[in-house]
């Protein structure tokens, strides 16, 4: 199994900037990509970005450019560095990931319990 705890979340001034953290644990040998979402008051849950093992980068189109993903597979942790933030990213941000469970011989899902953000003068 996989674990996924999120952490840098908080308040922050618009046009300010914040970083988001995501620690995985567990099999992490088995993930193949790792994402960020957000979902804000009565909306759906949206991507922010995504990263694969190899590095490949994808972004939504609301923050490209503002935003960057990086991941530190030593650590084992993705890392969403958010710039030029706006109102309208105040949302609860969660770290997504899909591994590979051996057992099952499929894939599976896993969700972080999400991190807060405010952007709010």
């Known amino acids: 199994q996989v674990q996924l705890v999120e952490s840098g979340g908080g308040l922050v001034q618009p046009g300010g900037s914040l970083r988001l953290s995501c620690a995985a644990s567990g099999n992490t040998v088995s993930i193949n990509a790792m994402d960020w979402y957000r979902q804000a008051p009565g909306k759906e849950r949206d991507l922010v970005a995504s990263?694969?093992?190899?590095?490949?980068?994808n972004y939504g189109m609301s923050v490209k450019d503002r935003f960057t993903i990086s991941g530190d597979t030593a650590k084992n942790t993705v890392y969403l560095q958010m710039n030029s933030l706006k109102s309208e990213d105040t949302a609860v941000y969660y770290c997504?990931?899909?591994?590979?469970?051996?057992?099952?011989?499929?894939?599976?899902?896993?969700w972080g319990q999400g991190t807060l953000v405010t952007v709010s003068s």
């Open positions: 997504h990931s899909a591994y590979w469970n051996a057992l099952l011989h499929k894939w599976l899902e896993v």
């Open positions: 990263i694969t093992r190899a590095g490949i980068t």
